[in-house]
T-cell receptor, first 115, second 113 residues
Framework: DAMVIQNPRYQVTQFGKPVTLSCSQT?????MYWYQQKSSQAPKLLFH???????NEADTPDNFQSRRPNTSFCFLDIRSPGLGDAAMYLC??????????????FGPGTRLTVT | AQSVTQPDIHITVSEGASLELRCNYS??????LFWYVQSPGQGLQLLLK??????LVQGIKGFEAEFKRSQSSFNLRKPSVHWSDAAEYFC???????????FGAGTTVTVRA
């Protein structure tokens, strides 16, 4: 089945120690998104790629970076995680970007714990 | 910019009873509306969506939603709830020429036996 895969499902990192979260998709979608979701809150968009074009949300901290080496893979790098970065990180994909009519397909998420 | 309000933070319903979750949106033109469900520790799964046409939309898992433009609402309903429906439900709105989805704060549904 075509899907969005996130690895690892659970990640524990130390305060200030860089961490990378991975997302892959077999849907061949052009757009990939990264969301941060804190407990009992709505997902918050961090950034997205349309093909190789990167778009950072204005309020996304510089501590968060992303890479998309090819259509299938996208990575979220947190350069110096703080306690406030503990959250669920969701990857999503969609076929198109223009307008809100393209539904987003979400992965299962990576739960990040910062100690 | 578009926005979504889900007035109910938490709803408790008995198994077999009906369920209705409220969603109100703010957007000047025709919105693109979605309902997602999130089980504990999982990602979001699309239940249904409305883009145009028939205002009563059928989704997966026996859910339906009705778009009411006059009330700016897109309420989600299920006639008979199963224990497996316990989850968090998010309403989201998209708009033409805007790549972002605006999510509501979510409604947590608890199902009691």
């Amino acid at each position: 089945d075509a899907m969005v895969i996130q690895n690892p499902r659970y990640q524990v990192t130390q305060f200030g120690k860089p961490v990378t979260l991975s997302c892959s998709q077999t849907l061949n979608h052009n757009v990939m998104y990264w969301y941060q979701q804190k407990s009992s809150q709505a997902p918050k968009l961090l950034f997205h790629y349309y093909d190789k074009d990167f778009n950072n949300e204005a309020d996304t901290p510089d501590n968060f970076q992303s890479r998309r080496p090819n259509t299938s893979f996208c990575f979220l790098d947190i350069r110096s995680p703080g306690l406030g970065d503990a959250a669920m990180y969701l990857c999503a994909t969609s076929t198109g970007l223009a307008g809100g009519s393209y539904e987003q397909y979400f992965g299962p998420g990576t739960r990040l714990t910062v100690t | 910019a578009q926005s979504v309000t889900q007035p109910d933070i938490h709803i408790t319903v008995s198994e077999g009873a009906s369920l209705e979750l409220r969603c109100n949106y703010s957007y000047g033109a025709t919105p693109y509306l979605f309902w997602y469900v999130q089980s504990p520790g999982q990602g979001l799964q699309l239940l249904l969506k409305y883009f145009s046409g028939d205002t009563l939309v059928q989704g997966i898992k026996g859910f339906e939603a009705e778009f009411k433009r006059s009330q700016s609402s897109f309420n989600l309903r299920k006639p008979s709830v199963h224990w497996s429906d316990a989850a968090e439900y998010f309403c989201a709105v998209g708009a033409e020429n805007d790549y972002k989805l605006s999510f509501g704060a979510g409604t947590t549904v608890t199902v009691r036996a």
